[in-house]
């Protein structure tokens, strides 16, 4: 889990935190193990960029690193924002049951 570079970054950790929970919660009442996000058909055609927005955060040892990071796409479900504003009002709507995570 990563949290904010340029806040605190247990701003973040602590909203994922609390998605998370969300998440187990959901999987239990679902009665499953496992959960794997997936691309969306709708999502087939989305552009996939580095994890980090260059222009946003590109510290070297970041940018060095970018390849072994996970991506970023350019719908909001897929992005990687560094903006708790936006994540603390988001992640606490996020519809888990959109066809973005797969459940097993």
Known sequence: M????RASWTLRVDIMGDFI??????????GVHSVTPQL????????????????NFNPNYLMRSQHLMPK????QEWKHDQNY???SKVLPAVDLDDGCLIYK
């Open 21 to 30: 929970t969300r998440l187990f919660k959901h999987m239990d009442a679902k």
């Open 2 to 5: 990563f949290g904010y570079f």
């Open 85 to 87: 504003s936006l994540e």
């Open 72 to 75: 970023s796409g350019d719908k």
């Open 40 to 55: 969306r058909a709708e999502d087939a055609d989305m552009t996939i960029g580095p994890w980090m927005d260059p222009n």
